[in-house]
């Protein structure tokens, strides 16, 4: 019980720190960095609270998503490869001070399931949820009672995404490009052109 309260005062102070460097940091990608680490964090204290499901889905979804978020910061603003390449060494300090701390967090998450089985029960269990598993007990809530919810927050983060590349989307003069609906409402007229060809001139 013990090991469990120091791994979530450990990963909830880790994690509020990493929050407050992704606004301060005045580099985005030392922002991003921040973010995936934040989100790592908060991965670990789902599985302390015994929510493996959702600690999964976080770092599936959420850092994958970080890793695009990424390149469309890149791509927008602009960023020189070659300048980051050059600092590459300058920055390999702190990025080994992560990955040693998201080792030793990994390591005690280990060690707190290991010697701390109790600490499953931290979380109060749902009443008649007890005979199934985590992952069964929220697909019952979200596609049963919130199954309206979670649809309208799908439909929500799907214009989200493309009202996001609406915006990037850059336009260029003199660039001919296909227009779908000039295409299907032309006429007859418009596409066939009937022409008398004299015999031995040639179109």
Known sequence: MIIATLCFYLFAAILVAAGVMVISARNPVHSVLYLILAFLNAAC???LMGAE???MILVIVYVGAVAVLFMFVVMML???????????LQYLP???VIGVVLLVELLLVGAAWEFAPESTT???PTPGLAETTNTEALGN???TKYFYLFQA???ILLIAMVGAIVLTLRKRVGVRKQKIADQVGRGPAESIEIKKVAPGSGI
Do not use: K, N
């Open 122 to 124: 931290l979380a109060a």
């Open 45 to 47: 204290l789902f599985v």
């Open 153 to 155: 927050a799908g439909i």
């Open 94 to 96: 702190t990025g080994a």
């Open 78 to 88: 602009d960023i020189g490869f070659s300048e980051l390449r050059e600092g590459f």
């Open 53 to 55: 499901f959702l600690a």
């Open 141 to 143: 809530l979200l596609y």
